[in-house]
């Protein structure tokens, strides 16, 4: 074994380690010239000078043929212009200190499963200093959608293809764009066309919308526009009378006891007035509707088994309808009447004033002896001049009959001027 070493010695020998002897560093040589001085143009750290060819400093040599093989060749190197002064030895500062002993480590026994390498830690980013200002720069977003909104766009087209609407157009870049395909043509135009679950919506709305302004005109046409067209009717109804009586009175046509043959259906032959509710409106002869009650006149029962008297005769039921709503509503008000309230009736030859005496709120339309010549529940008990109103109840309704009775108080000549009821 080679003594000094700690891993080749005899371990029977105890005792310290055997200190070695110190070293002393050899001597430098002396440092040899250079055999040419510096050339200034070649600049290792700058850009290289082009070489120029220089002239040759030496002498050639013979050929190989002429050179004796004893002949000493010119010198290898110049001999530099002044000798070089020899390097003086470096002396140590202080003398070395004897090594100690050195104690073998044992060698740590290595884990076959630990990995060769430690964990990898990932390196932090360099951070900015806290007196440094950050360059700040705009981020620019990347061009076209995103994963996210590819798969919404993607989710949301498969459904909407079930239901049969075009999925959501992507979005275009600006400027002129290329032009459609054959096919691309067709498939963006089926895509424009409204699928017919919209197209019988957009009806059926359109059809409601048609029929709610139908009704609205037509409501407003019953309510408004036929009070004016009856309200026009009935003007020309009674100058028409009037006329009529004018001329009669002119030709000297002897007076006689108005007779219901004398007048047509649908003919006026008198002027009712109800001073209390401000009514002024002709009779006409009959009930018919589109004839006498849509004109806004009032219709005397005169036809078939409800035929009734006349103002002048001497007994009798003088019964006449009208219209509570709609059409000139000539009886509107009359539940407002009261025990005594006047009604006029006016004729070619006199004025008939009856007094209000009683009312029936409501009645079938089918009970007929509310017009008898004594009518029933009426509270007259014999026979005498009576008159009769009857109209629809309630308002806006025919589901039943208002009646309303009175009797004659005053029969008075035309010549003689209009009654009491008229004047006050």
């Known amino acids: 074994m080679t003594t000094g070493s700690p891993w080749f010695r005899d371990e029977t020998v105890r005792g310290p380690e055997p200190i070695p002897a110190p070293v002393t560093p050899p001597a430098p040589a002396p440092a040899e010239p250079y055999d040419q001085p510096y050339d200034q143009r070649y600049d290792p750290y700058g850009q290289q000078q082009t070489y120029e060819q220089q002239p040759a400093s030496y002498e050639p040599y013979a050929s190989y043929e002429q050179r004796s093989p004893y002949e000493a060749g010119p010198a290898a190197y110049a001999q530099p212009a002044q000798p070089a002064q020899p390097v003086q030895p470096v002396q140590p500062a202080q003398p070395v200190q004897p090594a100690q002993p050195v104690h073998p480590v044992q060698p740590a026994q290595e884990n076959p499963y630990e990995p060769a390498y430690g964990s990898y830690e990932p390196e932090e980013a360099p951070q900015a200093a806290a007196d ?7 981020v620019e977003p990347l061009p076209g959608p995103g994963r996210a909104e590819r798969r919404r766009a993607a989710k949301g087209g498969g459904r909407d293809r079930g239901r049969g609407t075009a999925p959501a157009p992507e979005p275009q870049p600006d400027g002129p764009r290329p032009p459609l395909s054959r096919v691309e043509a067709r498939r963006a135009a089926r895509a424009a066309k409204d699928s017919v679950g919209v197209i019988a919506s957009r009806f059926v709305g359109e059809l409601f919308i048609t029929l709610g302004v139908v009704m609205l005109l037509f409501v407003t046409y019953q309510l408004w526009w036929t009070n004016v067209l009856a309200g026009q ?3 020309r109804a009674k100058e028409r009378i009037a006329d009529t009586w004018a001329k009669e009175d002119a030709a000297g046509t002897p007076t006689d006891d108005d007779k219901p043959a004398a007048f047509e259906p649908g003919e006026g032959f008198a002027i009712m007035y109800i001073p209390k509710l401000d009514v002024v409106v002709p009779v006409a002869e009959g009930i018919s509707k589109p004839k006498v009650l849509d004109k806004g006149m009032v219709g005397h029962y005169a ?3 409800l035929k009734t008297a006349m103002p002048a005769d001497k007994q009798g039921n003088f019964a006449v309808a009208g ?3 709609t059409h000139g509503e000539p009886f509107r008000y009359i539940n407002q009447l009261k025990p005594g309230d006047p009604i006029v009736v006016e004729t070619k030859d006199a004025y008939y004033t009856y007094e209000m005496t009683s009312i029936l709120p409501q009645t ?3 009970n007929v002896s509310v017009i008898q010549p004594v009518p029933k529940g009426s509270g007259f008990t014999k026979p005498g001049r009576y ?9 806006f309704t025919s589901t039943y009959r208002m009646i309303v009775w009175g009797k004659m108080v005053e029969e008075r000549p035309r010549a003689e001027g209009k009654p009491a009821a008229l004047v006050g």
């Open 323 to 325: 219209h509570r709503n």
């Open 303 to 305: 036809e078939g088994a």
């Open 387 to 395: 008159i009769t109103l009857t109209t629809c109840t309630p308002e």
């Open 233 to 235: 009717e009935t003007d």
């Open 364 to 366: 079938a339309p089918s």
């Open 132 to 138: 440094e200002t950050a360059v700040l720069r705009a």
